[in-house]
């Protein structure tokens, strides 16, 4: 079993930026995709981005652009560069290393 913790979460004006971290420890498979997944009050859990093993990166339409992962395989930590954040961003943000997740990172972007 993989444990997965997050940080870097906060309240930002919109416009802002953070970066969230997710620091993985136990039993790491090394060649899987690890990603970043988000959920908004009242509704599902979407997609935000993924990193493969070899470094290939994908976003959702909604933060391509703004949203930048990478992954630090010497500290098994993945991190999420977030900027030009909006309302819309607002979310508990969850690292994801297949098949554990983390227990959410708490984001909130004000008007």
């Known amino acids: 079993q993989v444990q997965l913790v997050e940080s870097g979460g906060g309240l930002v004006q919109a416009g802002g930026s953070l970066r969230l971290s997710c620091a993985a420890s136990?039993?790491?498979?090394?060649?899987?995709?690890m990603g970043w997944y988000r959920q908004a009050p009242g509704k599902q859990r979407e997609y935000v981005a993924q990193?493969?093993?070899?470094?290939?990166?994908y976003y959702a339409d909604s933060v391509k652009g703004r949203f930048t992962i990478s992954r630090d395989y010497a500290k098994n930590t993945m991190y999420l560069q977030m900027n030009s954040l909006k309302p819309e961003d607002t979310a508990v943000y969850y690292c994801?290393?297949?098949?554990?997740w983390g227990q959410g990172t708490q984001v909130t972007v004000s008007s």
């Open positions: 990193i493969t093993s070899g470094g290939s990166t």
């Open positions: 136990g039993s790491i498979r090394s060649l899987n995709v």
């Open positions: 994801w290393h297949p098949p554990d």
